[in-house]
Every structure is written in C-alpha cells, then in structure tokens.
C-alpha cells in the first residue's frame, strides 16, 4: 500500500490549490483516505477525509466551505481542492489511509497506519 501526494507550493492569500493523491495497492471502493496537515509547532490534525465505499465526506471546521475532497477511481487519486486559501492553511499536507477504517470520521480522528511522504503548502498574506 503506497501514496504519493502532489501538488503543493506557494500561493497568495484567497488563492487556489489542488492536491493530489495517487494511490496504489489497494483500490478506491473500500476504505477511507484522507487529507492531513501538520503546520510548524502543531500537532498533525485531519483535514478532509472521503469514504470511498460510500463517498461520505468529513472535514475539519477550519476548511469547511473552502476545501473539497474528491476521487477518481479510475487514475486511483484522491484529490483536495483548497480555495481561498489563508496563511494559517500553510503546512505540510499527507494524505493518509488505514484499510482497517472505512469511516471518513474515524479516519480523519484517528491514527490512520498507512502514510505518504508530504507536500508543502505555504499561504503568503
């Protein structure tokens, strides 16, 4: 089981971004996959996760409305478009999966055991 997250960098404040997901040894149509971020001095927190069986989303309050998680069965990605983005979205970004958790919530509030390396994220005011 394998992720490779893409699609960071730099970007002014109220700007856009797509991240990008690409999985491989399991397919999208069973467990949950999500976006996290861990920002300097913070702790790593959830930000969006997508049920893959039922596409049932979760998102943290501070991106709700702002950030949309979304798949493409077909290329095995799972995408995290972030819109209006503000400085205190800078972070690196992991997306993140456990093949035991099918629950978008349990995911995004748990430990998910199955990590891709990072992609920056940096929101300039």
């Known amino acids: 089981v394998q992720l490779q997250a893409s699609g960071g960098g730099l970007v002014q404040a109220g700007g856009s971004l797509r991240l990008s997901c690409v999985v491989s040894?399991?397919?999208?149509?069973?467990?949950?996959v999500g976006w996290f971020r861990q920002a300097p001095g913070k702790e790593r927190e959830g930000v969006s996760c997508l049920s893959t069986w039922n596409d049932i989303t979760h998102y943290a309050d501070a991106v709700k409305g702002r950030f949309t998680i979304s798949r493409d069965t077909a290329k095995n990605t799972v995408y995290l478009q972030m819109n209006n983005l503000r400085p205190e979205d800078t972070a690196v970004y992991y997306c993140a999966t456990d093949l035991g958790h099918s629950s978008s919530y349990a995911l995004c509030n748990g430990r998910p055991s199955t990590w891709g390396a990072g992609t920056l994220v940096t929101v300039s005011s």
């Open positions: 040894g399991f397919t999208l149509n069973r467990p949950a």
